[in-house]
């Protein structure tokens, strides 16, 4: 049975800087080699014309790495996709749609996401539905990978401050 859950995180910039860095290609590719996969590539990013992106990227964590609880359900490398598309800013705010995926494995994870703020500070807010298709241990894994989203969304908030902070000084 998919697991929902509901996550927020804030950041230390503008509603146009976090927007304008998701908009921006050196910030993709920067965030996906600092974010401790063993491979990863950024598939596809497309500015489009009324300021929204597209954006698919892929990591890959090696299985040594795994926790023991990743190796009940895939054996091997873990190649995780995952595809963002990210509306325009409209009147201080900006809404995404994110799907994820494990390559050669039952686990889905589809999401909506809202960017708004007020003057120096910007609010992320997330919800996502996990779905493992694996039985007895699927709502196991949902719980692992929900905690590995907040995890996650921390992360890339404490990445994306600091990228705001050296390029837009």
């Known amino acids: 049975m998919p697991r ?7 950041y230390s910039g503008t ?19 600092a974010s401790g996969a063993d491979e990863w590539k950024l598939d596809a990013f497309t500015v489009g014309h009324d300021g ?3 954006v698919v990227t892929t990591q890959v ?9 990743v190796h009940q359900f895939h054996h091997g490398d873990l190649e995780i996709r995952r595809a963002e598309t990210w509306t325009a800013l ?9 799907a994820g995926s494990i390559v050669r494995a039952p686990v889905t994870l589809n999401g909506e996401a809202r ?7 910007t609010r992320l807010e ?5 779905d493992v ?31 705001i902070a050296a390029n837009h000084a």
């Open 126 to 130: 997330f919800r996502a539905v996990v």
């Open 90 to 98: 409209c009147d201080g705010t900006a809404e995404a749609s994110i």
């Open 133 to 163: 298709h694996i039985p007895l241990v699927g709502g196991k894994m949902e719980k692992f990978i929900g905690k590995q989203l907040i995890t996650l969304l921390n992360t890339e908030q404490e990445f994306t401050t600091r990228w």
């Open 61 to 69: 964590l090696r299985a040594e790495r795994l926790p023991g609880v």
């Open 115 to 121: 960017l708004f703020g007020r003057t120096a500070w």
């Open 52 to 54: 929204g992106v597209d």
């Open 4 to 10: 929902s859950f509901d996550m927020a995180t804030d």
């Open 15 to 33: 509603v146009e800087q976090v927007h304008a860095a998701l908009c921006d290609e050196l910030y993709w590719q920067a965030r996906l080699a």
